[in-house]
């Protein structure tokens, strides 16, 4: 929606501020990266789930109070944020079915409305 009402290059200026939150949001060694579109993945080593539903809340509440230009044009009112949630070796044992189960969570909390954290529940 941004990028419809803002155009692509301040859309280009949101992304690489998000980039930013979220790199300096990590433990030094976590590894943060653009997944395409405007997804990005989030690596925490040696993270159980309650660690990283503690991380997702807390990137989650940076990138909410980070005022990036024209939020208040946003549906919300803002730029909002969704994160999906998934642990090595809890929910899964292989870096496929980790992104998938993380990107299932993902879209769950975007069905549930969006702006929230969501994490895999064990099989």
């Known amino acids: 929606h941004y990028n419809d009402t803002h155009g692509h290059q ?9 980039a930013t939150i979220l790199k300096n949001s990590v433990r030094r060694g976590d590894l943060t990266a653009r997944f395409g579109g405007d997804e990005f993945v989030v690596i925490l080593q040696k993270c159980g789930k ?19 230009p024209n939020q208040e044009q946003q549906p919300l ?11 090595f070796p809890e929910d899964a044992d292989t ?3 980790l ?10 909390g ?10 895999a529940e064990p099989d």
């Open 10 to 18: 301040m859309g280009d200026v949101v992304l690489a501020s998000v």
């Open 50 to 68: 309650m660690n990283a539903l503690l991380i997702g809340e807390k990137l989650h509440t940076a990138i909410a109070d980070e005022k990036f």
């Open 77 to 87: 009112g803002n730029l909002t944020c969704t994160f999906g949630i998934s642990t």
């Open 95 to 97: 870096r496929e079915l």
């Open 99 to 108: 992104l998938k189960k993380a990107d299932d969570c993902l879209y769950e």
């Open 110 to 119: 975007k069905k549930r409305g969006r702006n929230t954290v969501v994490a």
